[in-house]
């Protein structure tokens, strides 16, 4: 166990802040550590109630945190971190290569969709959909347009996630191969579809939908059933409905 005076970790959270991913409480480095994150540094303001929700929620990762996590002044805390999670924990790990992660989005034949976020803007929306991805199993989760998918509010949003699938930013035309599935309001009732499990599921962004590039590389337009004179889902529910109905037998 490591020694919670130890200032070693505050100096290691310096030197890697810049490059590192921002795990950003409890759960998210609960994930981590769960899907093989190189995590470099932990830091918590309270070890034994950190160990102690690793106890109740995670016994699986319990004497890994313990050698991972350093006790530090609540002041430390929140200058690490730009919003202070209920948890009072955050880490920061090595973020997969990006070879890896493509050559696991390019791998045929494929057992699960790719989910791709053609331009989205709302970072908060981006992390649940990774975390719907990694949920359901899909291979990865592609963006394009200029939002980082692994800026530190999407890294937040997914609890960690984006250890358990591949999460890259691309354009449109270096997507993976396979079919594109686009969700469109004037689109096929999805209900009367299979997709299958190499489809590239596009999902258009919240305000402007898909943009011209990326429905210009579509194969289907696809629609989800939606009461008259709703005019849209959120965006991370828009690819539940349509991740389930991918999974239902």
């Known amino acids: 166990m490591r020694d919670p005076r130890d200032?070693?970790?505050?100096?290691a959270w310096h030197r890697l802040a810049d490059t590192a991913v921002l795990l950003d409480g409890f759960h998210a480095l609960k994930h981590a550590v769960r899907f093989r994150a190189e995590v470099q540094v932990a830091v918590t303001t309270d070890r034994r109630a950190a160990l102690a929700l690793a106890d109740?929620?995670?016994?699986d990762?319990?004497?890994?945190?313990d050698a991972l996590l350093a006790e530090v002044p609540e002041s430390t805390y929140r200058a690490f971190?730009?919003?202070p999670h209920p948890t009072a924990v955050a880490a920061l790990a090595v973020r997969p290569p990006r070879a890896a992660n493509l050559r696991a989005l390019a791998r045929t034949p494929r057992t699960a969709p790719v989910v791709v976020l053609d331009q989205p803007r709302n970072l908060g929306n981006a992390g649940?959909?990774?975390r719907l991805a990694a949920g359901f199993g899909a291979t990865g989760?592609?963006?394009?347009?200029t939002l980082d998918p692994w800026h530190p509010t999407v890294v937040r949003g997914g609890a960690g996630l984006h250890f358990a699938t591949a999460v890259e930013r691309?354009?449109?035309?270096?997507l993976p191969a396979g079919p594109v599935f686009a969700l469109d309001p004037e689109g096929e009732d999805i209900r009367g579809l299979k997709l299958p499990d190499d489809a590239v599921l596009a999902f258009g962004s919240e305000r402007s939908g898909l943009s011209a590039e990326l429905r210009g590389r579509t194969d289907h337009l696809v629609s989800l059933p939606m009461r008259s004179q709703v005019s849209s889902y959120n965006l991370a529910t828009s690819v539940a409905m349509t991740l389930f109905h991918w999974s239902a037998p």
Not at 7 to 11: A, I, R, T
């Open 7 to 11: 200032p070693e970790p505050l100096s």
């Open 56 to 59: 109740e929620l995670a016994p």
């Open 170 to 174: 691309l354009a449109v035309d270096e």
């Open 81 to 83: 971190v730009p919003r």
């Open 141 to 145: 989760v592609v963006t394009t347009g």
């Open 128 to 130: 649940a959909v990774i």
């Open 61 to 65: 990762v319990r004497e890994t945190l």
